[in-house]
Nanobody, 119 residues
Framework: QVHLVESGGGVVQPGGSLTLSCAAS???????????MNWYRQAPGRQREFVAA????????IYGDSMKGRFTISRNNAKNEMYLQMDSLRCEETGVYYC?????????WGQGTQVTVSS
């Protein structure tokens, strides 16, 4: 099973920026580039929400509607890492941000990193 560790969370003021990272390890039969990667988030008292996704080669990405134009997902397959650049952050985007790796019918999740947007 792929092991995922998120980092980069913290406290930021509204309108500020943060960059999250997801480090992947534990590969056996496959490599990082065999996995489509996603970011999700979960606000207190709410269901987990899709944030962004990136293809295995990193040549295409999609975003949740409210994130378009403000968030950028990327990956570095040589480093087994994925990133999420978040700009113009809003208070309602406070929550735990999770990294997700998908290959076929299998998936792995990280433990999450807390992002707090507050003045």
């Amino acid at each position: 099973q792929v092991h995922l560790v998120e980092s980069g969370g913290g406290v930021v003021q509204p309108g500020g920026s943060l960059t999250l990272s997801c480090a992947a390890s534990g590969f056996t039969d496959f490599t990082f580039s065999d996995y489509a990667m996603n970011w999700y988030r979960q606000a207190p008292g709410r269901q987990r929400e899709f944030v962004a996704a990136i293809t295995r080669a990193g040549d295409n990405s999609i975003y949740g509607d409210s994130m378009k134009g403000r968030f950028t997902i990327s990956r570095n397959n040589a480093k087994n890492e994925m990133y999420l650049q978040m700009d113009s952050l809003r208070c309602e985007e406070t929550g735990v941000y999770y990294c997700n790796a998908v290959r076929g019918s299998g998936e792995s999740w990280g433990q999450g990193t807390q992002v707090t947007v507050s003045s």
